[in-house]
């Protein structure tokens, strides 16, 4: 039995136990994470360098590849560090801040997805007042907001979190600190607390969620009444990514959280996790850049330089 006052670390959930599998995954999480640092530094520094790019839509995404940056940086190389160094260990200070680090981004990131819906919706159903209702005042605004709400929703699960008495040991049954891992090993029916703060965060989600399929459905309208085949193809390539974006987060997230009990399984569990925690910040730099022209000039440009 151990209190959580007295602990001073926890035992994170292995890959593998064998030498040669540790160094495979080790390998496996190396090149994940290079391919998310290069997509996402890239679009970074083509938005930053190129002033065609500096418009609210790549402005967005500039935000949008920071926190995929962080968010994969939260998990991936304390795994890798633990299965290079075979240990599972990791301090309660280290456990604390990727709670924080990982709501902070996860929630910042969804929100600033649901910027960018708006942000399609006024250049589609709103063209003639894109440039009043966008300007580089409000997207500031609008960015400093989805950062600041997501700061402001870690802070709350991670104080609910580590206030919480711990007594069922400390071995987390995952390969990064999740906080319904950290909830099994509560003692108290305090833990209920942080169930609620969890329902309030899902609520805010989802009332998210319902404005971007709002925006899509009035943008679709829209697209689908311009007469020209080109204007439709230059309207959906501008969307389309977005939404394939927004589809990969909310299922994953939705399944992670949402998924009954008898669903759950160690292997599930972790399949899932790498799902909404790895998956996206890897591949959403690949997504952008497939159907943006103007994305891909600038790369192109920026590669060949």
């Known amino acids: 039995m151990s209190n959580s006052s007295s602990l001073n670390k926890f035992l994170l959930l292995a890959f593998a136990d064998t030498r040669e599998l540790q160094l495979l995954h080790f390998w496996l999480f190396l090149g994940i994470y290079l391919a998310a640092l290069l997509g996402n530094g890239l679009i970074i520094t083509a938005v930053a360098c190129d002033h065609r ?53 996860l ?5 600033v997805l649901t910027v960018m819906a708006y942000d399609r919706y006024v250049a589609i159903c709103k063209p003639l007042h894109y ?9 500031v605004k609008m960015a400093a907001a989805a950062w600041a709400s997501g700061f402001l929703d870690g802070l709350l699960h991670t104080a609910n979190t580590f206030s919480i008495p711990l007594c069922q040991g400390n071995v987390v049954e995952q390969f990064f600190c999740e906080v319904p891992q950290i909830l099994k090993l509560s003692c108290s029916d305090t833990y209920l607390r942080e169930l609620g703060a969890l329902v309030v965060t899902l609520c805010i989600a989802f009332g998210c969620f319902i404005f971007i399929v709002l925006s899509y459905v009035q943008i679709f309208t829209v697209v689908l009444r311009i007469p020209s085949e080109q204007g439709r193809h230059k309207a959906f390539s501008m969307c389309l990514p977005h939404l394939a974006v927004v589809s990969l987060c909310v299922s994953t997230a939705m399944f992670a959280y949402l998924k009954p009990p008898s669903l759950s399984s160690p292997a599930l569990d972790l399949v899932v996790s790498v799902l ?17 022209k103007e994305l891909k000039d600038a790369l192109k440009k920026l590669l060949s330089s």
């Not at 991936?76 to 990791?90: D, E, H």
């Not at 440039?131 to 409000?138: L, Q």
């Not at 909404?276 to 943006?292: D, G």
């Open 53 to 105: 790019l500096h418009t609210p839509m790549f402005f967005f995404l500039l935000n949008l590849s920071l926190l995929d940056l962080g968010t994969i940086s939260t998990t991936v190389p304390k795994s890798m560090a633990n299965s290079l160094s075979n240990t599972r260990a990791i301090s309660y200070s280290g456990c604390a801040a990727q709670v924080f680090f990982l709501f902070f981004l």
């Open 107 to 111: 929630s910042a990131e969804y929100f």
């Open 276 to 292: 909404y925690a790895v998956v996206p910040p890897t591949v959403n730099p690949l997504i952008y850049s497939m159907r943006n």
């Open 131 to 139: 440039g009043t209702i966008m300007s580089s005042r409000a997207c």
